[in-house]
């Protein structure tokens, strides 16, 4: 594999971070992550329209680009330097992923042309009780009978549920842990937002009582399914998080030329220039890390697997020190609600968590190497 990007990669990046440095600053994000559904529509359209950014990932034979992992990863990477409140991760990845790995070519044709160009938007509600995907231990149920499937339960921590039209669902049946394409907006389904530190990405608990579903690929088929959109799922977020602790870094390299105390920039004092350097090592290694999973994200094997957990593992914990170290780095004002770094850091704890905790992909990593 390579560590340097095409050239057409390189054009990626410079495209996607020119349009989000004139569309989503600082200022839009404080806006946008304030509103009701936690995004700016306007954004989403060009992201998707525009730019053609929510069919990225999808093959050409349902409306998408189909590039390949590592385009995705350049993409999540600047959304996360810009903390851009966008669906994307939620409907672009995660769902577009369950819909491709179910194998339902009818589902397939009937919703991702509609996904690609960003006139419908889904979420993937798999999660219950923890961070991790865990169809095994569903408690929502799916039932057959005359008048088709009947979802009912709960599930929490749904990233972009208030934003979706549709829902990807994993329940119970009495043929295994199965998928389901449910419409958002029937009444029988009760979204709330839940209190997230992470203003910048909402999520929501969704509640189903008897709910019309339609089945996704072979019922039985979840635990299959999950299992590899989580691998894509983490590869995507170690990018998003390697380009948000890049932005870190330059922030904080930033402010300590700038600020001056006791007549010198701190950028000068020893303490200061060791700080930013492991931080760069940390940038560095993070940046390795997405890249060399990425690369082998889209064909299914041991080397993906383990590759994903890696990266999960080091990715989370490397933004959660150079956020950290943002904010010391800014003193008092990086511990205010007006400056920045408070945005990085909340990010940066909540996505540690959100599809697994660093501690359990480094158990996933060591079972995979045989440890």
């Keep these: ?73 350049v993409v999540m990477s600047e959304l996360g330097r810009f903390l851009a409140c966008s669906p994307y991760f939620a409907s672009a990845v995660l769902a577009a992923s369950t819909f491709l790995e179910s194998g339902d070519k009818e589902a397939c044709l009937a919703y991702l042309p509609r996904l690609a160009s960003g006139e419908l938007i889904a979420a993937l509600a798999a999660h219950e009780q923890t961070a991790e995907m865990a169809p095994e231990a569903d408690r929502t149920t799916a039932e057959t009978g005359g008048g088709g499937w009947k979802v009912t339960g709960e599930k929490s921590f749904v990233v972009s549920g208030l934003a979706a039209d ?6 119970a049946t009495a043929s295994g842990p199965s998928l389901f394409v449910v419409d958002a907006t029937h009444d029988s389904v009760q979204r709330a937002a839940l209190s997230v530190m992470d203003l910048t990405r909402h999520q929501a608990r969704i509640t189903f009582a008897q709910t019309p579903a339609t089945l996704l690929g072979e019922a039985g088929s979840a635990q299959r399914v999950l299992a590899r959109v989580a691998e894509i799922g983490v590869v995507a977020l170690a990018s998003e998080q390697a380009g948000a602790a890049d932005r870190c870094l330059e922030m904080s390299v930033d402010y300590a030329k700038t600020r001056f105390q006791f007549g010198r ?38 080397e993906a ?62 079972a995979c190497s045989g440890l």
């Design 1 to 73: 594999m390579s560590f340097v990007s095409t050239d057409e990669q390189k054009a990626l990046r410079q495209s996607v971070r020119s349009f989000l440095e004139s569309k989503s600053d600082e200022s839009a994000v404080r806006a946008a992550m304030v509103s009701e559904l936690g995004f700016d529509r306007g954004l989403w359209d060009q992201l998707s329209g525009q730019l053609g950014l929510a069919g990225l990932a999808i093959p050409e034979e349902y409306g998408g680009s189909g590039s390949v992992m590592s385009d995705l990863a």
């Design 166 to 171: 549709i829902l990807l669902v994993s329940a």
């Design 265 to 302: 920039q701190i950028g000068s004092f020893q303490v200061i220039k060791h700080m930013c350097a492991d931080m760069l090592l940390e940038v560095e290694a993070a940046k390795s890390a997405a890249l060399y999973a990425a690369e082998h994200a889209d064909e299914a094997g041991a």
């Design 305 to 366: 697997t383990r590759s994903a957990h890696l990266a999960a593992a080091y990715c989370s914990d490397a933004f959660m020190k150079v956020a950290a170290d943002n904010v010391q780095i800014h003193g008092g004002i990086g511990f205010t609600w007006e400056f920045a770094a408070q945005l990085y850091y909340k990010r940066a704890k909540s996505s540690q968590v959100l599809l697994g905790t660093p501690g359990y992909h480094r158990d996933k990593l060591a």
